[in-house]
């Protein structure tokens, strides 16, 4: 089993940039794809990114390509998303969540797809 913990939200005028990191522990990172996930408050939790083990293969949820950038640094057990021109509806908390290299890449925009997940952390996006 994996264990993630995201850190590096907090509060971003529009426009403006942060960098989330999803750190891994309890098993071999590059065995696992990855994702980023997103809740709002009163909406479903949505895909906004996803990696392979190897970084070679992305997805990008429409509302965030050309914006958003998911990567990995695997020597470092870590999981990263770049988010820039910050938008006020990009409010929401943030998760990351692993999937097992084993399963294949089907179903890597959903979030049944991972039984891995991260606790979260809030991004704020003031207009």
Known sequence: ?????ESGGGLVQAGGSLR???AAS???FSRYH???FRQAPGKEREFVAA???SGTDTY???SVTGRFTISRDNAKNTA???MNSLKAEDTAVYYCAARATIAGQAGLTSTS???YWGQGTQVTVSS
């Open 1 to 5: 089993q994996v264990q993630l913990v």
């Open 26 to 28: 309890g098993r071999t």
């Open 60 to 62: 990008y949820a429409d």
């Open 20 to 22: 989330l990191s999803c």
């Open 80 to 82: 990263y998303l770049q």
């Open 51 to 53: 990696i392979s083990w």
């Open 34 to 36: 990855m994702g980023w």
């Open 113 to 115: 797809g991972y039984p």
